[in-house]
């Protein structure tokens, strides 16, 4: 099993800041890939990046430009910096580990990111 750790989310104005963290512990694998979602009230959860341990990083083009995914081998820690926030980035935001190439893998328990205009 692995467990997943999230902190950093908030409430921010709109074109303000927020760095979301995620510590990953226990049995953890490689090759992996760490990364965020998130789900807005009434909407399906999607992808927001990720990025594999060899730093791979991919983005949701409504990020692209503001968020910047990052990542700590040695600590099992993935970062989401999220700069120039809107109010449609309003979501719980959702801590994912999973191995390359395979779906599913691991969830962490959600941050709540609110973004007022």
């Known amino acids: 099993q692995v467990q997943l750790v999230e902190s950093g989310g908030g409430l921010v104005q709109a074109g303000g800041s927020l760095r979301l963290s995620c510590a990953a512990s226990?049995?953890?694998?490689?090759?992996?890939?760490m990364g965020w979602y998130r789900q807005a009230p009434g909407k399906q959860r999607e992808l927001v990046a990720d990025?594999?341990?060899?730093?791979?990083?991919n983005y949701v083009d409504s990020v692209k430009n503001r968020f910047t995914i990052s990542r700590d081998n040695a600590k099992n820690t993935v970062y989401l910096q999220m700069n120039n926030l809107k109010p449609e980035d309003t979501a719980v935001y959702y801590c994912?580990?999973?191995?390359?190439?395979?779906?599913?893998?691991?969830w962490g328990q959600g941050t709540q990111v609110t973004v007022s205009s």
């Open positions: 990025i594999t341990n060899g730093g791979r990083a």
């Open positions: 226990g049995s953890t694998f490689s090759p992996n890939v």
């Open positions: 994912n580990y999973r191995r390359l190439y395979q779906q599913g893998g691991y």
